[in-house]
């Protein structure tokens, strides 16, 4: 026999389902904002695959440094309404930057300059890896005990 009043299991399902549609909205917005960043690290990865005699992993670099600083940026304020300091966040970005970049970067050149692969379909395979990953880090240890605390997320409450 339920011994929950009725009334109780429906605010519980509202509150649930909310949390649902919250979170929903959260990867739809890093999603965006992950693909803004993946214009730019495209762009700036033709120019300079384009235009420069530098090596499939000098050009993935650059161009991922400039993704990485537009995405953080913000997915910190809009997707996670993030108060947290800045620099510790940036750290903590950094940290999996320190062990995605060496492997992306080696299995990259490795795929495009040993195994002849089209650079740019590499570079597409590493960036959707990278959305997946990051959006996992960033929701799970960057910001989850600082999201929506920032003005923006506060309005919202």
Not at 45 to 69: G, H
């Amino acid at each position: 026999m339920n011994t929950v009043p009725k009334k109780e299991d429906e605010t519980n399902n509202s509150k649930k389902n909310q949390s649902v549609k919250k979170e929903m909205i959260r990867g739809i917005k890093f999603a965006l904002f992950s693909a803004s960043a993946g214009i730019i690290e495209l762009a700036v990865f033709s120019l300079l695959n384009e235009l420069t005699n530098w090596r499939y992993w000098s050009c993935y670099l650059a161009a991922l440094v400039m993704s990485v600083l537009w995405n953080f940026t913000l997915n910190r304020r809009y997707t996670f309404h993030s108060a947290d300091n800045v620099s510790a966040a940036m750290l903590k970005t950094l940290g999996f930057y320190c062990v995605f970049t060496p492997v992306s970067t080696v299995l990259g050149n490795y795929l495009a300059d040993i195994l002849y692969w089209n650079e740019y379909l590499v570079t597409v395979i590493i960036m959707l890896s990278n959305f997946v990953l990051e959006f996992l880090y960033d929701r799970f240890y960057v910001f989850r005990k600082t999201i929506d605390t920032n003005n923006l997320g506060e309005k919202k409450k």
